[in-house]
């Protein structure tokens, strides 16, 4: 069947650019190799304000609102952010994906479920799954299939640089609705985190790249309750060299849009997948599609996040080299009030650069940052 644009994947990212060309009468199909939109959920559901607005989705979606963190290390020392008005919200990530869906679908758009895409051949994707084995023939192919991405392994594209693994639990457990609680040194390459859903109910998770299941097991450990829900995903960190090709576009995990700061991939991903639309159609209305064409969407994404996350896989880099004592020494410096201050007027889960820039030309901060830190961020300013 002849489609104007085909999306493979229908997360967030892949029903935010049906969404878009839909509405803009591209004939448009999106591909999802599950049966049922939203599952399996491999997200902490932590959303900042700007990424909630970013889905355009009903409250019914929400669980909880946060208004800060209490990060907590190993030893002991804790100190709270606390914002005082909400920051982010806990949302049930299923529900999100399938509101999103339902939008792009009211836009005009198709949906083929529990249909996988096998082959690339030309201009035609080869699937099988529910409706047999199809072809379906594309002008722009949108890849939106996460991180294992099985049309950039079709193409042979160069990947993300790094893959984290993750593993998360929802459990019964007291908690500070108001709160996240973040764990710095629970995982030596990245850190742990506990996410209150409810009253009494909490998400805990961990990520890193080595001895991940022990270091979660040991992490529970300290809660001493039963999980009520268990999973595991994978966190592609460090774009793509090049996020187009072969007619092609790129977009979320498949491109590792992912934060390196907190491991949060809707806001890019749906940004990611809107500019992708509007370049597709952009394409379909000149009638061209080759990689001059497609380039406009690598500078549409860039002149975007793109700093923000090349500043984001440095820290990432940084925080690889810190031992438990120096996050330690960091956690004490945060509780001074200029810093603290500073976090709550600048703190941003998308767009981190301001605060981090901020914060270097605190003098509170600046004596207790080694030189490893500050050459691994200060040219990016």
Not at 19 to 43: D, F, K, M, R, W
Not at 237 to 266: C, E, I, N, Q, W
Not at 320 to 335: F, G, P, R, S, T
């Amino acid at each position: 069947m002849p489609h104007d644009v085909i999306i493979v994947g229908a997360g967030p990212a892949g029903s935010a650019a049906a969404q878009t060309c839909a509405a803009q009468g591209l004939s448009t199909l999106c591909i999802e190799e599950h049966g049922t939109i939203g599952y399996p959920v491999q997200c902490a559901g932590l959303l900042s304000n700007a990424a909630f607005a970013e889905c355009r989705i009903t409250d019914r979606t929400v669980l909880n609102r946060v208004s800060g963190a209490r990060v907590i290390t190993s030893s002991g020392s804790e100190c709270l952010i606390d914002a005082k008005v909400q920051k982010a919200v806990v949302v049930d990530r299923a529900s999100v994906d399938r509101e999103m869906a339902k939008a792009a679908a009211d836009a005009g758009a198709d949906y083929r479920l529990k249909t996988s895409v096998y082959r690339v051949k030309g201009n035609t994707v080869l699937t099988r799954g529910a409706y047999g084995h199809e072809k379906h023939t594309f002008k722009i192919l949108i890849a939106a299939d996460g991180p294992r991405s099985t049309i950039a392994r079709h193409f042979g594209m160069e990947r993300a640089k790094v893959y984290l693994s993750g593993i998360q639990a929802d459990i019964l457990h007291d908690c500070d609705p108001r709160f996240v609680e973040i764990y710095p040194d629970a995982s030596p390459e990245f850190f742990a985190w506990s996410i209150p859903t409810a009253p009494g109910r909490i998400r805990v998770g961990l990520c890193g790249q080595t001895l991940v299941k022990e270091q979660f097991d040991t992490l529970m450990k300290t809660f001493q309750t039963s999980t009520t829900h268990l999973v595991t995903g994978t966190l592609p960190l460090g774009l793509m060299p090049r996020t187009y090709g072969h007619k092609t576009l790129f977009v979320g995990d498949a491109a590792g849009f992912a934060k390196p700061t907190s491991g949060g991939g809707v806001y890019t991903g749906i940004r990611s997948g809107r500019h992708a639309a509007l370049t597709a159609i952009k394409c379909c209305e000149r009638g061209t599609f080759d990689d001059k064409a497609l380039a406009e969407y690598e500078q549409r994404w860039q002149a975007d996040f793109g700093r923000e996350l090349d500043l984001g896989f440095r820290l990432f880099g940084v925080r690889q080299k810190l031992h438990k004592e120096e996050l330690e020494m960091i956690v004490q410096a945060i509780k001074e009030p200029s810093i603290l201050a500073a976090i709550v007027e600048h703190g941003d889960m998308d767009r981190p650069g301001k605060l981090i820039k901020n914060l270097l030309l605190n003098p509170a901060m600046i004596p207790l940052l080694k030189p490893l830190i500050l050459s691994g961020i200060r040219s990016f300013f």
